[in-house]
């Protein structure tokens, strides 16, 4: 009992170094997207889920662009991550 515990926090422990990477690289990008809001949502099974505020994102810049670039760096910076999806 006390190893499957640990276990647990172990994975829980990980869990937040994760989306700490993921939230960093966010950060890194989201000046020269010309967003203000980027919001992580949910980091697991090597997917990222982050919503973008439609009322910040730069004038001409869709969406689907955004995320697109947000990927481009989250996997470059974190391996580990497969994809990023936007979530409304």
């Known amino acids: 009992m006390a190893n499957l515990l640990a276990r647990s926090k172990e ?3 990980g869990q937040w170094a994760m989306e700490d990477r993921v939230q960093k690289a966010i950060d890194k990008i989201q ?7 980027v919001e992580l949502v949910d980091v697991s099974d090597g997917t990222v889920k982050v ?3 439609a009322s910040t994102c730069a004038v001409g810049m869709p ?11 989250i996997t470059e ?3 580990e991550v497969k994809e990023v999806v936007a979530v409304d």
């Open 63 to 73: 969406r689907e662009t955004i995320v697109a670039l947000l990927e481009e760096q």
């Open 77 to 79: 910076d974190i391996p």
């Open 31 to 37: 000046p020269a997207l010309g967003v203000n809001a």
């Open 51 to 53: 919503r973008v505020i």
């Open 11 to 13: 994975s829980e422990k």
